[in-house]
């Protein structure tokens, strides 16, 4: 039987989208793909809301992030954390020789204007990252108040963002809050199969990019970049057209609904799902305003045991998420985005309630 994921991704995927990965293929080198992809890129722009380059990537969000910080690093990154997700992104930067360090934040809280503006004082870094939506905690981080920091007192600063969690759930104005890279993939806001990346990438970062040595290869996003803009959205490498696909059908379902729209359908699965967990449980991150509108971390204050729970709620066509990390036990999390509906969030939380007697 299948069950309804609301996990942190993937998510489930409307079978019309998942038809679309039927497509038969194409000749990846043909007008036809060209079109495909830019396509694809036109509409991801309006996501995004940016006029800069979308690229494409056959790999998971992770490939894209690697890829830039290794791509646009030239003194030293500040990698800002507020969790497992925060600390990958490190980890990345120090695997590839990538100078880099780590600001942690404590679980459940944010990256404050503050802690950036404190780090970027001291002139080592010309590039930050930063999570946008952290699944692990629940964090939704203030984005739009760092990129208005740099543009004030760090113009110089290359400023990259993982909104793997977010993109197409939340608005998140790339342009107008000054990021120079945006990471997302397809398999959760989007709600899309896991298997392909997607970032927008400023000519800035580009321009710094070419002064970096030792790029990689499949992750240089300034060849990336280059072959996408001479030759018609080619790639260098085989990209899988069948995420195309469902991509360009997916977007157009994405702009018929309304960005708006979508959002506040996302609100208001977030507000319900955090009014059942304060009612019940209780709330990781504690401040509204940094509160995920994507997915909710909950505290396990009644100690239940997630993996029974999550054995009982197989059975009637369901799934949840146990802590990540350091708080695997201490938490458990609920995804609400991508396709699904308000009714599909009170049917979750009711069954939540039978099993539990709650």
Known sequence: MHKKLFIPGPVDVLPEVLEKMATPQIGHRTKEASDLQRGISEKLQKVFYTENQILLSTSSGSGLMEGAIRSFTGKRAAVFSVGAFGDRWYKMATTNNVPADLFKSELGEPTTVQMVDEALATGKYDVITVTHNETSTGVMNPTAEIGALLKEKYPDVLYLVDTVSSMGGVKIEADAWGMDVVITSTQKALGLPAGMAICSVSERAIEAGRQVPNRGLYLDLVSLYDTVKKKDHQYPSTPSLSHMFALDYQLDRILEEGLENRYARHKEMADYVRAWARKNFDLLVQDEK??????????????????????????????????????????????????????????????????LGL
């Open 290 to 355: 940094y509160l995920s509108q994507t997915l909710t971390t909950i505290k396990n204050t009644k100690e239940i045991s997630v993996g029974d729970l999550n054995k009982e709620l197989a059975n009637r066509g369901f799934m949840i998420s146990n802590g990540y990390g350091g708080l695997k036990n201490l938490t458990f999390r609920i995804s609400h985005m991508a396709d699904y509906t308000m009714d599909d969030v009170k049917d979750l939380l009711s069954t939540i309630d039978d099993i």
